[in-house]
């Protein structure tokens, strides 16, 4: 009998995952998540871009007025289109409202779970759901107290530059992580992050990154994600842009 012919236990963790296209991913990021152990699923609908207005977000305190500042002059985006932008704001919006529940669900909810699992549609594991359900569990088991994010996916965040402790070999100490197509947050990471996370000021993954490298928040990351995004739905970044985005926060203020 293989691996992956096995059940595995219920991780007891609420997963959300960000869903706007009916094209099969749905279903398949379903089935995944249940054979690592996800068992409490939802899937959120996003933002539409078309709806967003700009002007009152800014005036509510979601948005930054100098967005544009950060990601064209602090990142050198300066070719952006005001439509890649919106879905940019979009996606942050997701992910604001995801932790404003959490931070407050978690104050007055009896047996809440302490973690929540964040994921979008288009994941793919890494590896059989057996092996990706047991390091996540060690994983989780070994995180320190002080603990606010947990990364099982995510991309431009070197060894040299991460720290890590030999007596837990599946977690190190992120330094700059970005992509944030699967995280795990706390909740007190995530009621730090409903503070942090307002105004947004640049793209998501760079927000969350600078915030790791300031350590305003504690982030960890599976040493082997488990999951990574899947180009068969149509996934695609620029690469070359996402690793200049790395050099910008030793320089923003």
Same mark, same amino acid.
């Given at each position: /009998?293989?691996?992956?012919?096995?059940?595995?236990?219920?991780?007891?963790?609420?997963?959300?995952?960000?869903?706007?296209?009916?094209?099969?991913?749905?279903? %398949?990021?379903?089935? /995944?998540?249940?054979?690592? $152990?996800?068992?409490?699923?939802?899937?959120?609908?996003?933002?539409?871009?078309?709806?967003?207005?700009?002007?009152?977000?800014?005036?509510?305190?979601?948005?930054?007025?100098?967005?544009?500042?950060?990601?064209?002059?602090? /990142? $050198?985006?300066?070719?952006?289109?005001?439509? %890649?932008? /919106?879905? &940019?704001?979009?996606h942050a919006l997701d992910f604001q409202d995801v932790i404003e529940r959490h931070a407050t669900a978690a104050d007055g909810s009896?047996?809440? %779970?302490?973690?929540?699992?964040?994921?979008?549609?288009?994941?793919?594991?890494?590896?059989?759901?057996?092996?990706?359900?047991?390091?996540?569990?060690?994983?989780?088991?070994?995180?320190?107290?002080?603990?606010?994010?947990? &990364?099982?996916?995510?991309?431009?965040?070197?060894?040299?530059?991460?720290?890590?402790?030999?007596? &837990?070999?599946?977690?190190?100490?992120?330094?700059?992580?970005?992509? %944030?197509?699967?995280?795990?947050?706390?909740?007190?990471?995530?009621?730090?992050?409903?503070?942090?996370?307002?105004?947004?000021?640049?793209?998501?993954?760079?927000?969350?990154?600078?915030?790791?490298?300031e350590r305003a928040i504690i982030c960890y990351k599976l040493r082997l994600p488990i999951f990574t995004q899947n180009l068969k739905? $149509?996934?695609?970044?620029?690469?070359?842009?996402?690793?200049?985005?790395?050099?910008?926060?030793?320089?923003?203020?």
């Amino acid at each position: /009998m293989s691996d992956d012919d096995h059940t595995v236990s219920d991780l007891h963790i609420p997963a959300l995952v960000f869903n706007h296209i009916q094209d099969g991913r749905r279903a %398949s990021a379903e089935g /995944m998540l249940r054979a690592v $152990g996800f068992r409490d699923i939802t899937f959120q609908p996003t933002y539409e871009t078309e709806t967003l207005d700009l002007a009152a977000l800014e005036n509510s305190g979601r948005v930054s007025t100098n967005w544009d500042y950060f990601v064209k002059e602090k /990142m $050198g985006w300066n070719d952006i289109s005001n439509t %890649s932008k /919106m879905r &940019y704001i979009a996606h942050a919006l997701d992910f604001q409202d995801v932790i404003e529940r959490h931070a407050t669900a978690a104050d007055g909810s009896p047996g809440a %779970s302490s973690w929540i699992a964040v994921f979008e549609d288009d994941i793919v594991l890494t590896t059989s759901p057996v092996h990706a359900h047991k390091r996540l569990v060690e994983a989780l088991s070994s995180l320190p107290r002080d603990a606010d994010v947990l &990364y099982v996916e995510w991309c431009f965040d070197t060894c040299q530059e991460s720290s890590f402790n030999t007596k &837990y070999p599946l977690i190190s100490l992120a330094d700059k992580p970005h992509c %944030s197509a699967g995280v795990l947050f706390s909740t007190q990471g995530a009621r730090k992050l409903d503070r942090l996370l307002r105004p947004i000021d640049s793209t998501i993954d760079s927000v969350f990154a600078h915030l790791c490298y300031e350590r305003a928040i504690i982030c960890y990351k599976l040493r082997l994600p488990i999951f990574t995004q899947n180009l068969k739905w $149509g996934s695609n970044f620029d690469f070359k842009k996402q690793a200049e985005v790395r050099l910008v926060f030793s320089t923003k203020s």
